[in-house]
């Protein structure tokens, strides 16, 4: 069974920095994809950032040029280093894992908390 676990959530201020770490206990495909949702209170979850295995990544619009996603293959493990965070930035932040050939994702985290104040 695949676990993923995240950590690096945390109280900060806006303009501030977070870099959060998602790790998956064994190797859940051959080639996969990992990626970065988050859910704010009373919204729906949204995607923001995925890692092809390639190494590629692909960000929301909302994140692009503050926010930058890494693998580290040998530990099965993705990072996300969040910048000039912003109070709209805060949620719940889920790690996911998917096939790189299949468009959904199979495996996914608890959650980490990220909350940004003003």
């Known amino acids: 069974q695949v676990q993923l676990v995240e950590s690096g959530g945390g109280l900060v201020q806006a303009g501030d920095s977070l870099r959060l770490s998602c790790v998956a206990s064994?190797?859940?495909?051959?080639?996969?994809?990992m990626a970065w949702f988050r859910q704010a209170p009373g919204k729906e979850r949204e995607f923001v950032v995925r890692v092809r295995w390639s190494g590629n990544s692909d960000y929301a619009d909302s994140v692009k040029g503050r926010f930058t996603a890494s693998r580290d293959y040998a530990k099965n493990t993705v990072y996300l280093q969040m910048n000039s965070l912003k109070p709209e930035d805060t949620a719940v932040y889920y790690c996911?894992?998917?096939?790189?050939?299949?468009?959904?994702?199979?495996?996914w985290g608890q959650g980490t908390q990220v909350t940004v104040s003003s």
């Open positions: 996911a894992v998917g096939n790189e050939d299949a468009d959904k994702y199979d495996y």
């Open positions: 064994g190797r859940p495909f051959s080639y996969y994809r």
